[in-house]
């Protein structure tokens, strides 16, 4: 008789459990936009698209971020276009401070290449900082190395002045690049947002790239950036 007992204490133990493991687990944020850029080089305009689609879950302190982008290109780029799909793992510290790791896997028109990222986000109340620093290998023995800070100040409730600069290291061309943006980010109720940016990209060719982009989120967006070969380099 006292089996009885027994096993309706250990399946409200098992409920109990259950309830606490699906109450640690919540939607952290999540962001679709679309982004359009004309870029400036060698005297030759050229024009590409960008959507992408965040989101992420949070365990607790754990950070699980899902990234997914389809890119299309105009005439008289070497590739069409490229998809691109990034799983960040990230811990924060405080609402303030957070840490995290990436892989990013993409195709460029059959042609692979890879993205594995470490990134810091310091984002105290108006203002935001993610600090960047990404491996980029693929098919011909492709290889770059990528640091990058992004900061954004928040000068009213609606206005952010966003920056960034990314040092790039091509090392399979033996290349390197700067590349430096200043912008302006404008949100509307219920998450709706416009942002412009324009980019200067200095090493062994200069190039302006002026851009646009369109995006809702939801919880005020993801916790880290984008990774994918537009997010790192901004040039087509």
């Known amino acids: 008789m006292t089996r009885y007992p027994s096993v309706l204490g250990i399946l409200a133990a098992v409920a109990t459990a259950t309830t606490a493991s699906a109450q640690a687990v919540s939607l952290g944020g999540a962001e679709v936009s679309y982004d359009y850029h004309i870029t400036e080089l060698l005297g030759d305009r050229a024009t590409s698209g960008r959507l992408r689609a965040s989101g992420e879950l949070l365990f607790g302190a754990i950070i699980g971020q899902l990234d997914l982008v389809s890119a299309d290109y105009g005439d008289g780029r070497p590739y069409d276009g490229y998809t691109s799909g990034t799983l960040h793992l990230g811990y924060a510290f405080s609402p303030e401070f957070a840490v995290g790791l990436s892989y990013t896997a993409e195709d460029f028109d059959g042609e692979s290449y890879n993205v594995v990222a470490g990134s810091v986000v310091y984002s105290p109340p108006t203002l935001g900082i993610e600090g960047v620093y990404a491996v980029y290998t693929g098919d011909f023995d492709y290889e770059a190395n990528f640091l990058q800070a992004r900061a954004s100040y928040a000068l009213s409730n609606s206005f952010s002045v966003t920056g960034d ?18 912008g302006g980010r404008y949100s509307f109720a219920q998450g709706v947002y416009i942002e412009a940016s324009a980019h200067q990209l200095i090493g062994d060719v200069d190039a302006s790239i002026l851009g646009i982009e369109i995006g809702f989120d939801i919880g005020g967006g993801t916790t880290f950036g984008p990774r994918d070969w537009q997010g790192l380099m901004t040039i087509y």
């Open 165 to 182: 600069v990314t040092f790039i290291d091509e090392a399979s061309a033996a290349k390197k690049w700067q590349n430096f943006g200043l």
